[in-house]
Nanobody, 115 residues
Framework: QVHLVESGGDLVRTGGSLRLSCVAS????????MGWYRQGPGKERELVAT???????NYGESVKDRFTVSRNRAKNTVYLQMNGLKTEDTAVYFC?????????WGQGTQVTVSS
């Protein structure tokens, strides 16, 4: 069984920063891709950022140049550094891992950005 546990969500003012972390455990192996998706109120789940084992990254258009994804392979941990937060970044942020058993998701961590 695979477990993804996110942390770091919080309430922050516009322009602020947050760092999310996600630790993967269980029979996960080394996922080729780990990353983050988010779902805002009344919106579809959307890509935030992903990173492969060799460090290739992919970002959603709305977060490019503001967010940075990174990972520690040895710890099976993925991070999301979020700078310049906007109210439209308010969402539940879900950790994602592409495991040998298929896609795995965390429970989500709430990020709220107030003006």
């Amino acid at each position: 069984q695979v477990h993804l546990v996110e942390s770091g969500g919080d309430l922050v003012r516009t322009g602020g920063s947050l760092r999310l972390s996600c630790v993967a455990s269980g029979r996960i192996g080394i996922p080729n891709v780990m990353g983050w998706y988010r779902q805002g109120p009344g919106k579809e789940r959307e890509l935030v950022a992903t990173i492969t084992t060799v460090g290739s990254t992919n970002y959603g258009e709305s977060v490019k140049d503001r967010f940075t994804v990174s990972r520690n392979r040895a710890k099976n941990t993925v991070y999301l550094q979020m700078n310049g937060l906007k109210t439209e970044d308010t969402a539940v942020y879900f950790c994602y891992a592409d495991t040998v058993w298929g896609p795995a998701w965390g429970q989500g961590t709430q990020v709220t950005v107030s003006s």
